[in-house]
C-alpha cells in the first residue's frame, strides 16, 4: 500500500501526521527507495502462493487451501494496488472485514480440521465488524488528504458526520453478533469476558457521536482504543474457548 499510496501520505505527513494513519512515512524519509515496498509486496505474494501449495500438496491440508488464499491476495493485494485499488471503491473497507474477520478464523480452522464449522462464521462476525470500524475511524485523521488525492475510500464518500453513524451501526452490529454466537455455541464465558471490551466499545461510540474526534488529539485516543476493542474481541473468543 506504501507505494500505491505515496501521494495521500505525503499530504497526510504535511497536513497532521497521525501514528494510526498515513503509513509509515520510510518512502516520504528517504529510507527506502521509491519501488522498494512494490518489490516487497510482489515477494510476499509469491512466499504467500508457495506456501498454500506446499500446506495443500504436501501436508494434504485440502483442496480450498489455494483458493483461500488466491482470496486473500485478491483483497490484501490490491487493496491499494492500482487498477483495482478496493480502497478507492468504496468496498475496500469491506474487503478488510472479510481478510482480517472471517478469512483467517475460517482459514485456521479448515487448515487444521478439513472443514469449517457453523460456528466459525458466527465467531467472525463480531471480529470483521470491529476491524472495519478500526479501518474506518483511522479514514478520519487522512480525510482531508485523502480527499485532495481523490482517494475516494467511506470516509471521503459518506463525509465524517454520516461515517460516525455508520460506525455506530457497526459497532451495535459488532455486539449483537457476539451474543449471537454465544447462542450458537460459543462458551458463556466469552459474556463475561465481553464486558470490560462492550464497555470501551459503548463509550468510543458515544464519543464518536459527540463528534469528538474534531480534536487531533482526542481522535488518536479514539483510533488506539478502536483497535483495543477489535483486539478484545479477538481474546474474548481465544480465552473462551481455551478455558
Not at 488466491?70 to 490490491?78: D, E, K, M, P, R
Not at 459503548?202 to 483510533?223: G, H
Request: net charge neutral; glycine share 10%.
Amino acid at each position: 500500500g506504501e507505494y500505491w499510496d505515496q501521494q495521500e501520505d505525503s499530504l497526510s505527513t504535511e497536513l497532521g501526521p497521525s501514528r494510526f494513519a498515513g503509513g509509515s512515512r520510510v518512502l516520504q524519509a528517504g529510507l527506502l527507495s521509491h519501488r522498494s515496498p512494490f518489490w516487497a509486496s510482489v515477494a510476499a505474494l509469491i512466499l504467500a502462493l508457495a506456501v498454500a501449495l506446499v500446506l495443500q500438496l504436501g501436508y494434504r491440508t485440502g483442496p480450498l487451501t489455494v483458493p483461500f488464499c488466491i482470496l486473500g491476495l485478491l483483497g490484501g493485494f490490491f487493496y491499494s494496488t492500482r487498477p483495482i485499488r478496493w480502497v478507492a471503491t468504496g468496498v475496500g473497507e469491506l474487503w478488510i472485514a472479510f481478510c482480517y474477520g472471517w478469512l483467517p478464523i475460517a482459514v485456521g480452522y479448515y487448515l487444521q480440521v478439513g472443514e469449517i464449522a457453523s460456528i466459525v462464521h458466527w465467531m467472525a462476525l463480531p471480529v470483521g465488524l470491529t476491524i472495519l470500524n478500526v479501518i474506518l475511524l483511522n479514514e478520519y485523521p487522512d480525510h482531508p488528504a485523502d480527499a485532495a488525492a481523490g482517494k475516494a475510500n467511506l470516509a471521503v464518500r459518506l463525509g465524517l458526520k454520516r461515517a460516525s453513524l455508520l460506525y455506530t451501526v457497526f459497532s451495535i452490529g459488532s455486539w449483537m453478533a457476539l451474543l449471537l454466537s454465544v447462542y450458537q455455541g460459543v462458551p458463556p464465558l466469552a459474556l463475561a469476558l465481553y464486558v470490560p471490551v462492550l464497555v470501551l466499545s459503548v463509550s468510543l461510540v458515544i464519543l464518536v457521536l459527540k463528534e469528538r474526534w474534531r480534536d487531533r488529539a482526542t481522535l488518536e485516543r479514539l483510533c488506539g482504543a478502536n483497535l483495543l476493542v477489535n483486539l478484545g474481541t479477538t481474546a474474548v473468543y481465544i480465552l473462551a474457548l481455551v478455558s
